[in-house]
């Protein structure tokens, strides 16, 4: 839609909300999602990011794909090329409005091609990094392109959604801001605590502890290390989990920025230890089972390491001072996880072999950032100082891409690994893809795939990207308004889940004006226009729970003059919601059954 559309259609809407009627009209049976066209759950999406010395390919020639299945060509149904919104594109018509709780699902400017999420990982991320991090990005935020959708979601105790998706750069910055979610120390990432730890092994050392003791110490060391690595790892993919079931009801590719300090893909035995294997993990196989979830909902993760660039450990001043200490005091520095012999002095690790352990560390660390960006089509970011520059080429890298589809020839569907691989006639490209999927039957439940949402449960999810198909403004206010004052209300709360509203509720009246252009229309030889809609209210607090919905289908009939009125004006709707007292986010969501096509809109409330 143009511009001049946008701004046409916006007069006309505001327009029809001063004409909304009193009463809603004839509400038909609550509507079902069985209309709703769905695509071939045998279809296989490849989302493939083509660059060539760091900058994006544009019009690759369908013919010059191809798609591998484990080695055999596959028939390309289509290859659509997606490009990122323009870098400054014209700025959309103001649109003024009458009162300040008009909400509208209009774009404020051309949507980009991509949505993105910024995961800020504080779990993983020692305290100084993660402060370091959001200033990096209140920074970014200030030049990113109009239009950039994103959210924004916090991994601490458990996945909290910080911001759903907008392209108002100033709720995202607020929500970077904002106190409640402001950067807290992870309990399982501890520099001060290694460092104590290693204190205690010193002065064991320098007071001439037995080596039974020292062992003992180093193997509480270790047991606790490996129990707290364990519970992060698992931890941070539950959340990579919960994201791609979440992510998957949005539509189109998705770019996951996570800003962390990672997690090792191991844990390797001790032998200190009786059992030096007691200690002992490996996340390979866990990991590729999340990737390829996060594959299968879209979604292409940008690991950035949150730490920049690192010292080595001898080079830290604590660090030098300790041995020379232990250098003067005699004793004789052995690397970490041996065990001391029985006329050992200690087992306190020298310089180089701290530097040792520091570098192999990181880089099994920077392995997992690795393996998650290769196996879901994105790409890595460690070493690197400039946050703001990695996050901004991320985005500016998973923002052009071609999707291609195709039905695999291999009709047989067991749940097996079928591994993909993309190339491209007469080019030297860097090409990034997801690297597989689980070949499961459509028709049964299964682990592997995530399953299908309808468009309508997708579009009310609490935070989802703004859905424009069809195009409204909204009128929000308790129904103690005076505006109300000579309207009758049915008694007592509204709302499927009224009954466990608390008292102190408040009702909510919602007025639209439906841009009839949005809706497909059926006309009958006897003049009548008629549609079939079904609006959509549901109330979230503050953490994102869901507290209260209505759900109810309508049923327009329009003669030749109501038609012609409502085109000029907009079709006016009524629903009502009952919401808890405090803060709430109310998600207004509208389809039109005869097409699919939706739209919705999410807003903040302060319910008093």
């Not at 450990?313 to 029985?342: E, N, V």
């Not at 569907?413 to 993309?422: A, N, S």
Request: proline letters at 6%; aromatic letters at 6%.
């Amino acid at each position: 839609m143009t511009l001049f559309l946008r701004s046409a259609a916006s007069g006309l809407l505001l327009a029809g909300l001063a004409g909304v009627a009193q009463q809603p009209p004839t509400m038909a049976p609550p509507a079902t999602t069985d209309s709703v066209i769905k695509t071939s759950s045998t279809l296989v999406l490849v989302d493939v990011v083509v660059t060539e010395k760091g900058k994006a390919v544009h019009g690759v020639e369908p013919h010059r794909f191809h798609v591998l299945e484990d080695g055999h060509d596959q028939a390309l149904t289509s290859v659509e090329e997606h490009l990122a919104a323009p870098a400054r594109p014209e700025p959309a018509a103001h649109h003024a409005e009458a009162e300040p709780n008009i909400v509208s699902n209009f774009p404020e400017a051309p949507p980009g091609s991509a949505v993105n999420v910024l995961l800020l990982d504080g779990l993983n991320t020692s305290l100084v990094n993660q402060m370091e991090v959001r200033r990096e990005m209140v920074h970014y935020l200030e030049q990113i392109a109009p239009g950039t959708q994103m959210a924004i979601f916090t991994l601490g105790s458990g996945l909290r959604m910080v911001q759903g998706f907008t392209a108002n750069v100033g709720e995202l910055t607020e929500a970077l801001k904002n106190h409640r979610d402001s950067p807290q120390p992870s309990s399982l990432v501890d520099p001060a605590a290694q460092t104590t730890m290693d204190s205690a092994v010193n002065d064991l050392a320098q007071g001439g502890a037995g080596s039974d003791a020292l062992t003992a110490l180093q193997q509480f060391e270790s047991e606790t290390t490996s129990m707290q690595t364990d519970i992060r790892v698992k931890m941070t993919l539950s959340a990579f989990q919960q994201l791609a079931r979440y992510l998957s009801a949005v539509p189109g590719r998705k770019n996951l920025i996570w800003l962390s300090g990672s997690f090792p893909l191991t844990i390797d035995p001790e032998p200190s230890l009786q059992d030096p294997t007691e200690v002992w993990r490996t996340y390979y196989e866990d990991l590729r089972e999340t990737s390829l979830m996060l594959a299968a909902a879209r979604v292409s993760v940008y690991p950035v390491d949150a730490r920049g660039v690192m010292n080595l450990p001898s080079a830290d001043a604590s660090q030098s001072q300790m041995s020379r200490a232990l250098t003067s005091s005699g004793a004789t520095p052995r690397r970490r996880g041996k065990r001391a012999s029985p006329g050992g002095m200690s087992s306190v690790p020298a310089p180089g072999a701290d530097d040792a352990k520091f570098l192999k560390q990181t880089a099994e660390e920077h392995e997992s950032m690795q393996e998650i960006a290769e196996a879901t089509g994105g790409r890595a970011y460690v070493n690197t100082n400039g946050l703001r520059e990695a996050v901004a080429d991320a985005l500016e890298d998973g923002a052009s891409y071609y999707t291609l589809a195709y039905v695999p020839a291999r009709r047989d569907f067991h749940g097996d690994f079928r591994r993909i691989k993309v190339r491209i006639d007469e080019g030297d490209y860097k090409l990034a893809y997801h690297a597989g999927y689980y070949a499961d039957a459509p028709e049964k439940a299964n682990t592997h795939r995530l399953g299908e949402t309808s468009r309508i449960v997708a579009t009310t999810m609490h935070g989802a990207p703004t859905a424009t198909e069809i195009l409204f403004k909204a009128r929000v206010l308790p129904a103690s308004d005076p505006v109300f004052r000579t309207a009758t209300f049915s008694p007592g709360p509204v709302g499927e889940m009224s009954g466990s509203l608390k008292p102190g509720s408040a009702r909510y009246v919602v007025d639209f004006a439906v841009d009839p252009r949005s809706i497909q229309f059926s006309a009958g030889e006897d003049g009548r226009h008629t549609a079939e809609l079904e609006l959509v209210l549901l109330g979230y607090d503050s953490d994102g729970k869901r507290v209260n919905y209505l759900d109810r289908g309508f049923s327009l009939t329009l003669d030749r003059d109501r038609f012609a009125q409502v085109t000029a004006k907009g079709i006016p709707l009524r629903m009502e919601l009952s919401l808890p007292s405090g803060h709430n986010f109310l998600r207004i969501a509208i389809q039109d059954l005869s097409t699919g096509r939706c739209g919705s809109v999410e807003m903040r409330l302060l319910v008093k």
